[in-house]
């Protein structure tokens, strides 16, 4: 493997700005002005289909230059996330992140080669003990059980906006109680309007004398979740921590569980 593309170096962002202005183009000229052969290397036609010596040169030169590619994009994805993770760090002046997050995967179903070589990437990170815990975001169950099955470093956390009407996201929380991953919700208020509004919301809220955000991360925190708010209010941060004073009876986490999905 050359060490240039997969230490992250000098050279691999070189690579990594080539790449941005030509994605496939340029690695593969690249990796072609290295491996093409001279002419008729690859034989005559009858040779290559019965798999003679030279086919099988032809092929094992495809096979070298696919894993070249592929170490090539590897080295690309471990310098932008090492970019990404500098600046991270520059905003708020600190030596080291204690939860650094992949904001989502590539796509709906399962994890794509591209997502695999970012959490490689966070994997080092974390290993140089600069990323404390990892996590993801904005995942189905499925990614959650994917990532975990690949994972050197499984996630620590797992970031979702919690919809009522999803069993308030009860699949992912699933399978991340499985997996001994923690579950955090956001949008708890502001995804979950008409729940929060329900006539069982209100009276539970009103039973216990609390406001309706009180009892929706009273039951978040009973369920397992980690509470995130979005408040930028210190009254309303006042409120919401005093949820903690609050418990809720076992058939109101139900009552509210059953409150749609
Ligand atoms: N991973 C991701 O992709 C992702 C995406 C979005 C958000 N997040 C995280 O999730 C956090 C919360 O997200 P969110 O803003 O959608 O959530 P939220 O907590 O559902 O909504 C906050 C909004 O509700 C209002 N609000 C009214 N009463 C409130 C009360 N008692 N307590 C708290 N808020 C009250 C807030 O206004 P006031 O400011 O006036 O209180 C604010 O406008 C964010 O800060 C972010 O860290 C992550």
Partial sequence: MPTSIRTGSRKASSIGRKYRASPRGAVRRRSRRILEPSPRVDGPRSDRRRGGPLGRRRQEDDDVLARLVALAKRGIQEAQVRQSFESSLEHPGVEHIDSYLLHGPRTRRGLSEADRQVWRAMEALHGEGRARLLGISNVSAEHVAALCEIAAVKPAFV????FARHGWDREVRDVCRREGVVY????LLTANHAELASRTMREIATRHGRTVPQVVFRFALQIGMI????????EHMGDDLAA??????????????????
């Fill in 159 to 162: 970031q979702n906006r919690c």
């Fill in 184 to 187: 955090q919700g956001f949008s």
């Fill in 244 to 261: 903690y004073d609050l418990v809720l009876a076992e058939q109101e986490v139900e009552a509210i569980e059953r409150l749609s999905g």
């Fill in 227 to 234: 509470c995130l708010t979005g408040t930028t209010d210190p």
